[in-house]
């Protein structure tokens, strides 16, 4: 009798298993400390109310039909001949339509709304920001297999370490060196792509000090699962003083060693080489076109920069017989790829699709 019971209640829990399993993970994507992050996951949430608007009676009435006219029940009504009401068809179809309608207005706003190249509007629900306030630059480069930050006011560097002051606009440029990557912080906003010879952009900001971790979400080679690093939120005083200790050569813990010194196209190239579960390295100055170099893929001395070559392509496109040397702005990108969680836009006039 006991063993009939407790296999009796084990049947009763099975379909709450997957509920007790999820309640202890850490659902920062819900409870995030960013406000981008926390307006995607309130994005998350009432689409996912308005869906089950729909789900949650459907499953009802097959539960309640199978059991209404299950062929043992003989009082149910028995009408084979019925088919069509224009009450219930105004029910089945009309409802289904008005949710469809607002998850598609939804949609199209928080599609403008959270655009990552969109500049930010405000820093949380309670503090607007102006249009023309400077954001904190942060250029990102995904390596094999380790993430490359770059703060050019800074005239510093990172391998695997983020640091950011809260409450501060943050515009992340990403790239990467050789395949495409993700770059994803889920705390403070939703993953965009990185990809080699091309720069995302990301408007962000943190809100919360504290430690949080950022990853790859697109597999990227062997050594994927480890392409981590921990992204650290300080108040400004305690991130100008990380700054200041970084150029000092002075920063050194248990997972990272002290200031690496310059970062420099020899460095780069070395750094660059394929490697898994990469320490935390700190460089105290970087070459100032470091990055640029690394986007228009021209890090080894003589070769020849993409943003060049395109434009004197262009040139020689719209001059046919001239010179094809033409000059461009030593920050500009070959190519622009602006990216959402389901589409990419490319806005380069000039390179292949």
């Not at 629900?125 to 993430?147: F, G, H, N, Q, Y």
């Not at 490359?148 to 440029?173: H, M, S």
């Not at 720069?199 to 943190?206: D, E």
């Not at 921990?230 to 920063?251: E, I, N, P």
Request: net charge positive; aromatic share 8%; with cysteine.
């Amino acid at each position: 009798m006991t063993s009939l019971l407790a296999r009796r209640g084990l049947r009763l829990l099975i379909p709450f298993l997957p509920v007790l399993l999820l309640s202890a993970c850490n659902t920062v994507v819900m409870k995030p400390s960013g406000d981008i992050a926390a307006q995607q996951a309130n994005l998350i949430v009432v689409s996912t109310v308005l869906m089950l608007l729909i789900i949650v009676p459907v499953i009802a009435l097959i539960i309640l039909f199978a059991w209404r006219y299950r062929k043992n029940n003989t009082a149910a009504t028995y009408t084979p001949d019925w088919d069509h009401s224009t009450r219930l068809e105004l029910v089945i179809w009309g409802a289904p339509l008005l949710i469809v309608i607002a998850l598609g207005l939804i949609t199209w706003i928080s599609t403008h709304v959270l655009d990552p190249y969109r500049p930010l509007q405000r820093l949380d629900a309670a503090r607007p920001i102006s249009m023309d306030t400077k954001p904190m630059i942060v250029e990102v480069v995904a390596l094999d297999w380790k993430w490359l930050f770059i703060y050019p006011e800074q005239g510093i560097a990172t391998v695997n370490e983020l640091v950011a002051p809260i409450d501060v606009p943050i515009r992340f440029k990403i790239t990467a060196s050789t395949v495409m990557n993700s770059f994803f912080i889920p705390a403070l906003a939703g993953q965009i792509y990185a990809m080699p010879g091309m720069q995302t952009t990301l408007n962000a900001v943190i809100n919360k000090p504290g430690i949080y971790e950022g990853f790859s979400a697109n597999y990227s080679g062997a050594g994927f699962t480890d392409m981590r690093f921990k992204f650290h939120g300080k108040d400004q005083a305690g991130f100008d003083a990380w700054v200041k200790s970084v150029k000092a050569g002075t920063v050194a813990g248990a997972s990272a060693s002290p200031a690496a010194g310059a970062l420099d196209r020899g460095v780069y190239l070395e750094l660059e080489k394929p490697s898994e579960r990469e320490a935390v390295r700190r460089y105290s100055s970087v070459a100032g076109d470091l990055y640029n170099a690394i986007l228009n893929r021209c890090v080894v001395p003589g070769t020849p920069c993409m943003n060049e070559t395109m434009a004197a392509d262009a040139h020689a496109n719209h001059h046919p017989g001239a010179d094809t040397k033409a000059t461009v702005p030593a920050g500009s990108a070959p190519d622009e790829i602006r990216t959402t969680p389901s589409t990419s836009v490319r806005k380069s006039p000039h390179a292949p699709i």
